[in-house]
């Protein structure tokens, strides 16, 4: 079953006539990906490769009312898409674009929230349940069907360790990206809750990083809950210096905030198995479902 999509799961591609939109439209239809339309500016009336292109999503929303939307368009646009995307009723937005202005991701979150939309990204590489529909630019040869959900803040580790986790025998139900921006949309709490009650899903494994205090969180709410099936994590940039951004916006330690080494303590103590490095991970995983 899995969380966010699925093979029934309807999308507009935003952006589709550039040079991303149009080459991971391409991509996700190969997967299997349902994309119905796809929305350009301008572009209205056209097709790219059969797929019908609108100049507003309200236009598409007439045709084929989808529940996502995908969006590849430049940073300081992308708000402006995510907006009309939920106005025009989608469920679900994933944005890829990153460095969104913070004052537009803002807007976006607090406009998301009224129209009880999900927003994943910005700056995410997007969703993906294997075997069933990828809504981004996730590289599909390393993910294979199963029972893990993986959550992550980096694109390049989620694809490093569903592979390993595909070469070990162990499948994943969803994969999602929450973002690496300073202002992202789902995060790590609403994601495992979402696992906690999919059926699909027996085991979570999550890719943080240093910097801001969503693993803290996540380590309070894994507490609270009691949560109830095993979770796997990895916090990346161990050996980052302080004050120096490191890879994704929002990825900086100031003091002692936000450190490999607090993140991977609140962690341990919440019971959560700590890997060392990405490698490890499948091998807990494999441990803690017995």
Request: include cysteine; aromatic fraction near 4%; glycine fraction near 12%.
């Amino acid at each position: 079953m899995g969380i966010l999509v699925d093979s029934k799961t309807r999308v507009i591609v935003q952006g589709i006539t550039g040079k991303q939109g149009s080459f991971h439209t391409n991509l996700m239809r190969h997967y299997g990906t349902r994309i119905v339309a796809g929305v350009s500016p301008g572009k209205g009336g056209t097709q790219l490769d059969g797929v019908p292109v609108y100049d507003t999503v309200h236009d598409a929303q007439l045709d084929h009312t989808a529940d996502a939307s995908v969006i590849f368009v430049p940073a300081l646009f992308a708000a402006d898409a995510a907006l009309e995307a939920l106005a025009g009723g989608i469920r679900l937005v994933v944005i890829v674009t990153e460095h969104v202005p913070i004052k537009d991701a803002i807007a976006v979150m607090s406009y998301a929230a009224q129209r009880n939309a999900v927003v994943v990204g910005p700056n995410t590489p997007g969703v993906i349940t294997p075997g069933k529909c990828k809504v981004g630019i996730m590289p599909s040869s390393e993910f294979s069907e199963g029972n893990v959900g993986i959550l992550s803040r980096s694109g390049t580790l989620t694809y490093e360790i569903a592979a390993d986790l595909t070469h070990a025998g162990l499948g994943q139900s969803t994969c999602v990206g929450v973002g690496g921006d300073p202002v992202t949309g789902l995060n790590f709490i609403e994601a495992l809750d979402m696992f906690r009650v999919d059926p699909q899903t027996r085991a979570v494994t999550l890719i943080g990083e240093i910097g801001g205090n969503l693993e803290e969180l996540t380590a309070q709410y894994l507490s609270k809950v009691h949560y109830p099936k095993p979770v796997v994590a990895y916090i990346a940039g161990r050996s980052a210096p302080t004050g120096r951004r490191m890879g994704h916006a929002g990825a900086i330690v100031m003091g002692k905030s936000g450190t490999a080494e607090t993140k991977t303590s609140v962690l341990e103590a919440a019971g959560v198995q700590v890997a060392k490095k990405p490698s490890e991970v499948a091998k807990l995983l494999l441990q803690g479902l017995g």
